[in-house]
């Protein structure tokens, strides 16, 4: 079955900075990879997705970039805020939202 | 915004005993999941639910392990009997529909095996 793969499990930055979170998965057949946030003591909550079709998607602050060759996707969060500390987590699916979940990134953003 | 909610929170039980763990999904959503945590690994996925059947389920799905909505109520995972390895948190998660993909998920009930 799918495998994903969260490379950073934790990563801190200052605010302002850039900070990247990466992901790999295995199965070829996956075509959603959604992120999701969980801040402490709250719920998991959606971010940004991208589908296969597209190799980048923006929202805001945030970017996701998809490398179907590589199977890689990545989460770019510019102009960090204190309030983006929070665990990340990057997740992959070929189809009725039976997600593959990473194990999450702690990110840290420090004032 | 929505919320799925799950009680209760934390459930403590002896090794052998049924537990049922109730979800109360957003209201118009009709897709139901449950994944499980163990401690410092990933959050996995248990099973999914529409129109009350169960659509796929994992391997980690055994046979002690059942869900159902009775009635548009709660969508609960009951677990009989209990084991050791259960021990985890447990998130429920709902969807409107088949074409809509972003996930609502409850905080989770962490469920204590002794």
């Known amino acids: 079955g799918e495998k994903v793969e969260q490379h950073e499990s934790t990563l801190s930055v200052r605010e302002g900075d850039s900070a990247v979170i990466n992901c790999t998965y295995t199965?070829?057949?996956?075509?959603?990879f959604p992120w999701y946030k969980q801040e402490a003591g709250k719920s998991l909550h959606f971010v940004i997705d991208i589908r296969s079709n597209v190799d980048r998607k923006q929202s805001q602050r945030l970017t996701v970039l998809l490398d179907k060759k590589a199977k890689r996707f990545s989460l770019h969060i510019t102009a960090t805020q204190p309030e983006d500390s929070a665990i990340y987590f990057c997740?992959?699916?070929?189809?009725?939202?039976?997600?593959?979940f990473g194990k999450g990134t702690v990110l840290l953003v420090s004032p | 915004g929505p919320k799925v909610l799950q009680i209760p929170s934390h459930q403590i039980i002896d090794m052998g005993q049924m537990v049922t763990l109730n979800c109360d999904p957003v209201s118009n959503h009709l897709y139901f999941y449950w994944y499980k945590q163990i401690l410092g690994q990933q959050m996995e996925f248990l099973v999914n639910f529409y129109n009350g059947k169960v659509m796929e389920k994992s391997k980690l799905f055994k046979d002690q392990f059942s869900v159902e909505r009775p009635d548009g109520s709660y969508f609960t995972l009951k677990i009989q009997p209990t084991a050791l390895e259960d021990s985890a948190v447990y998130f429920c998660?709902?969807?409107?529909?088949?074409?809509?993909?972003?996930?609502?998920f409850g905080h989770g009930t962490k469920l204590s095996v002794l």
């Open positions: 199965d070829t057949a996956s075509s959603y």
């Open positions: 997740a992959a699916s070929a189809g009725y939202n039976k997600l593959t």
């Open positions: 998660a709902s969807l409107p529909g088949p074409t809509n993909e972003r996930l609502f």
